[in-house]
């Protein structure tokens, strides 16, 4: 993900929708456990924006809002 998303994203809403859509559907199944098991470890806030912040995207995950933020990216993975 790079910080132009913004360009294509309109708003923090439709974003777990764009990221879900670039991917296939192996990719999809790999993300989906990867976040199934993040969520599942009960890890807070800061770890979690600090596991996002590693993966190299330009983008940031404001705080308080990653936990949020996954679940609505898993959403989207399953949702196809």
């Known amino acids: 993900m790079h910080a132009d998303v913004e360009l294509v ?6 974003l777990p929708a764009y990221l879900a859509r670039s991917l ?3 990719e999809k199944s790999i993300a989906s456990g990867f976040i199934e098991r993040l969520l599942a470890a009960g890890l807070n806030d800061e770890d ?7 993966t190299g995207s ?3 995950l404001r705080k308080g809002y ?4 996954y ?3 898993l959403e989207a993975l ?3």
């Open 58 to 60: 330009d983008c940031y």
């Open 66 to 69: 990653a936990e949020l933020f």
């Open 48 to 54: 979690l924006v600090k596991i996002w912040s590693e």
């Open 9 to 14: 994203v309109r708003s923090d809403d439709e």
């Open 71 to 73: 679940r609505e990216l």
């Open 24 to 26: 296939t559907a192996r």
């Open 78 to 80: 399953r949702a196809g």
